[in-house]
Nanobody
Framework: QVQLVESGGGLVQAGGSLRLSCAAS????????MGWFRQTPGKEREFVAG????????YYADSVKGRFTISRDNAKNTVYLQMNSLKPEDTAVYYC?????????????????WGQGTQVTVSS
């Protein structure tokens, strides 16, 4: 199992930026991909961005392309989500996740480990 701890959430005005971090520990050698998801009350958790652990290839939801950037630091076992040009509709709890089985999945059920989530609030 992989343990994940997110940080970096907060309150920001529309147009601003935030950087989320996700520190992984435990059986990190089995990880093939890491992802960021987000969820608002009453809605399903949705994919935001993902990165293949070995190659660094990235993939994004259409709603965040060009504004968000996912990156990783293998030496620190940490994944980052740089969020620029934030919009009120980006307000959500953001979760970090790790997958041992799929390298480019956007589905929650293909991720094995989850962090506790960090709140991001964008004011208009």
């Amino acid at each position: 199992q992989v343990q994940l701890v997110e940080s970096g959430g907060g309150l920001v005005q529309a147009g601003g930026s935030l950087r989320l971090s996700c520190a992984a520990s435990g059986r990190t050698f089995s990880t093939v991909a890491m992802g960021w998801f987000r969820q608002t009350p009453g809605k399903e958790r949705e994919f935001v961005a993902g990165i293949r652990w070995s190659s660094g290839m990235t993939y994004y939801a259409d709603s965040v392309k060009g504004r968000f950037t996912i990156s990783r630091d293998n030496a620190k076992n940490t994944v980052y989500l740089q969020m620029n040009s934030l919009k009120p509709e980006d307000t959500a709890v953001y979760y970090c996740a790790a997958s041992r089985t799929r390298a480019s999945s956007t589905n929650t059920y293909e991720y094995d480990s989850w962090g506790q989530g960090t709140q991001v609030t964008v004011s208009s």
